[in-house]
């Protein structure tokens, strides 16, 4: 769920708290140190390589890699984090690379539920702890590979967000909505796609999901463009936050009106809630997905904990609440 960024600091705190909680030391090395927050074990060093699938200049990621660098700081995680660009040979190769150093974890989101099987299962299979975060495969073998899931229940998210659409009366009957999404061959757009289908069945309605790519400029060139060629779309949810971030933008420019919703968050996303051109976001807390996986990584090498799965949540922010958090979309939400 939504928290205030009190509740981050708080989150923070008590991962320091639970290391300094636990029992007797193993056999790697000592106990919590209660006074520092530092791990005992044979964590504080370790290397972990931290694989993002986007490119670096991705805005959602800036919170993740927040929390993943504050995590590492204070568990004393050597970290390393990368960008593949959204390119899968990038990233096969950077995990590939990363297991064959020696590498003592690896955080890595996984949007193909195939794409990634042999090198994640090759970094398992040596030893390597895998920790998945923000998105992650949700059939096949390379589930078997991975230790656990920081980040979003996308189908449950999808569903949420049409819903809050359907029952606000803003999807007209039969409608097609528009549905853009940076890569809709990504699982989190399958989910949140498959979600949305599902509320939207209520009234007829269907998405339309059109590719965008990461990149804000292709991403509402496309967005007008869809707009200019079907003058009749009333509805937009963008299944991701690029999509978003630009809807308002390529709606003004095609001279349309559609009600919009989506998902995520930017400084752009939050003045565009402020002042009513954006109706709502699914929020999912980006820095808790970095800081969470990481967390759980050093402990783990630590002392043999297992990683377990977070739901990091699917809260609606709209013009009710987004005050509490505007200053803070981008480098925690």
Same mark, same amino acid.
């Given at each position: ?23 007797? &030391? ?5 106990? &919590? ?29 800036? &919170? ?24 899968? #040979? ?34 398992? !299979? ?48 039969? !409608?097609?909505?528009?549905? &853009? ?8 757009? #399958? ?69 919009? !919703? ?14 009513? #051109? ?56």
């Amino acid at each position: 769920m939504l928290r205030k960024a009190s509740s981050l600091v708080l989150a923070a705190v008590a991962a320091v708290l639970l290391t300094s909680c636990m029992g007797e &030391p193993n056999a790697a090395g000592g106990a &919590p140190n209660a006074a520092t927050g530092k791990l005992g074990g044979t964590a504080h060093g370790k290397k972990v390589t931290f694989i993002v699938y986007a490119d670096q200049s991705t805005p959602f990621f800036n &919170p993740v890699v927040n929390g993943a660098r504050a995590a590492a700081k204070v568990y004393g995680i050597n970290l390393n984090v990368e960008y593949s660009n959204s390119n899968t #040979s990038t990233q096969v190769n950077q995990i590939e690379t990363a297991t064959a150093s020696g590498v003592s974890g690896l955080a890595v989101s996984i949007p193909s539920n195939t794409a990634y099987t042999k090198s994640i299962c090759a970094a398992h !299979a040596k030893g390597i702890p895998v920790v998945a975060f923000n998105v992650t495969a949700t059939a096949g073998q390379v589930r078997n590979c991975v230790l656990s899931y920081v980040g979003q229940n996308f189908e449950q998210a999808g569903y949420q967000a049409a819903k809050q659409l359907v029952d606000a009366g803003k999807v007209p009957h039969g !409608a097609q909505v528009f549905c &853009p999404v940076e890569d809709p061959t990504a699982v989190y757009a #399958s989910g949140r796609a498959a979600g949305a289908n599902r509320a939207l069945k209520a009234v007829g309605a269907k998405c339309d999901v059109v590719s965008t790519s990461f990149d804000l400029a292709q991403a509402q060139t496309t967005e007008t463009q869809y707009l200019l060629g079907h003058q009749g779309t009333k509805v937009i949810l963008a299944l991701g936050q690029v999509p978003l971030q630009v809807a308002p933008s390529a709606t003004k420019a095609a001279h349309t009106h559609a009600a919009i !919703a989506g998902f995520d968050l930017s400084q752009q996303i939050a003045t565009s809630i402020e002042n009513g #051109s954006i109706l709502a976001t699914i929020e999912q807390q980006p820095y808790l997905q970095g800081y969470y996986s990481v967390t759980q990584l050093a402990l783990n090498l630590a002392y043999g904990s297992t990683p377990s799965d977070v739901n990091t949540g699917n809260k609606i922010v709209n013009s009710s609440n987004v005050r509490q958090i505007a200053k803070l979309a981008g480098t925690v939400y």
